[in-house]
């Protein structure tokens, strides 16, 4: 016998802390650990004591917790509302369901297809579309944080190089605690073609106007004169990759803003999670791997060695999807559109084919980027670069989203698994 459905509440109506663990079927406690994880928001009872509670939040949460079977009492979570342990957090940027995702509603791949990587994160920021959407670094912020980069050893990696452009612009701007949206906003715009203005040129005259593809092309390619579709193939990227939902990085980002962090320390902390080879420098292994199958002809022996090796394949499987990343499928098609990408192409096809006799991963976004890296002249390292500026706008747009919350409320509660106290002094 299934359980009933409670009826519809009255939107308008607020539950005291005692009805609404009623509903929720947990103690009043767990209501108020709900409210510092996020999922609930209170109003304290004007002139008395106590807390109220919005009836139609506190619905959608008992569902939530019916649907996800992660019981009430929320002991083993720190989402309260996911199975798995996993921290929930509510946002309006980006869904990711049934192999597809989007931004704001609209499907990632079809804006990332028809409007520029500057556009989009205008629509994920504000939600508006700004046609023409361009990026404006002022000169002074340039100065200083070129200044900055040129100061660190030649072998720094590209999270290196940025992190430290991030710290150099902050400190030439003096209104950087102004988290007001409209601030906020205008750091964003400065910030991104500030973080490619600081990046050393490859074999170019720098180039600090025009599409944001077009002047990173030039610190990441030592080929001069690229053709259009490569420039769209690279744009399409930045766009496909804003954002993605609470990845670590994200997260990371979203737990200093919760701190009121300023929008710059923000982004500098998702720079920091970005290095980890299961994150955004996944792209520089799965260039190597694709650099190593063209060499010997064969993804056969490659991925022998991976194996033996106890090494996952890179630039295969996402746990988010269940077939091919819409990322990956995506960019593939603009790649296809460049004739020098084709044995890219090909040996990325026989990557995937070769893995599939023995479990059936499909190519995610890293193998689509390091196709365009490899086929473009570019470093390993150069998708690590295209994948944390193009992130920048999601980080900002998760900050700004995060101001408008409850500070601190990124505070999951440590679930203690030492000795019990009291222990006696150590010797």
Do not use: C
Request: glycine content about 10%.
């Amino acid at each position: 016998m299934r359980d009933q459905e409670p009826a519809p509440m009255d939107a308008e109506r607020r539950l005291s802390t005692k009805e609404a663990a009623e509903l929720l079927g947990v103690k009043p406690e767990t209501v108020y650990a709900y409210v510092s994880r996020g999922q609930l928001s209170s109003r304290r009872v004007s002139g008395g004591r106590g807390s109220t509670f919005d009836a139609g939040e506190v619905e959608a949460l008992a569902r939530r917790n019916r649907r996800d079977g992660s019981g009430g009492s929320g002991s083993g979570s720190s989402g309260g509302g996911n199975s798995g342990g996993e921290l929930s957090v509510r946002t309006r940027l980006t869904l990711i369901e049934s192999d597809r995702y989007f931004f704001r509603g609209v499907d990632a791949v079809d804006l990332a297809t028809r409007h520029t990587y500057e556009e989009v994160a205008e629509w994920l920021w504000t939600g508006r579309m700004l046609p023409g959407s361009t990026f404006t670094a002022p000169a002074g912020f340039v100065s200083v944080a070129r200044r900055a980069v040129e100061a660190l050893p030649e072998h720094a990696a590209p999270a290196d190089l940025l992190r430290v452009a991030t710290v150099a612009a902050a400190t030439a701007d003096p209104l950087r605690f102004d988290l007001s949206e409209d601030a906020v906003l205008g750091t964003a715009r400065t910030l991104i073609p500030t973080l490619v203005a600081a990046l050393p040129p490859r074999g170019h005259d720098r180039r600090d106007e025009g599409p944001m593809a077009h002047r990173l092309w030039t610190r990441l390619s030592m080929r001069k004169d690229p053709d259009e579709a490569s420039l769209r193939a690279l744009d399409a990227a930045l766009a496909l990759l804003v954002d993605h939902d609470l990845a670590a990085s994200t997260l990371a980002v979203r737990v200093a803003a919760s701190a009121r962090a300023h929008p710059y320390a923000a982004v500098s902390a998702g720079l920091g999670v970005i290095e980890g080879p299961l994150h955004g420098a996944a792209s520089g292994l799965a260039h190597r791997l694709l650099q190593d199958v063209l060499e010997q002809g064969d993804a056969a022996p490659v991925i022998a060695d991976e194996l033996r090796a106890g090494r996952r394949v890179p630039g295969l499987g996402h746990r988010l999807y269940s077939g091919e990343d819409p990322r990956a499928r995506a960019l593939f098609a603009h790649l296809e559109r460049i004739p020098r990408a084709e044995p890219a192409l090909l040996a990325a096809h026989d990557i995937v084919e070769t893995t599939a006799r023995h479990v059936p991963l499909h190519a995610n976004v890293d193998l689509a980027l390091a196709v365009l890296t490899v086929s473009s002249g570019m470093a390993p390292t150069a998708g690590e670069t295209i994948f944390a500026v193009a992130r920048t706008a999601g980080w900002i747009a998760h900050a700004l989203e995060e101001y408008g919350e409850r500070p601190l409320r990124m505070r999951p509660s440590g679930l203690y698994a030492g000795p019990r106290p009291p222990q006696p002094l150590p010797e």
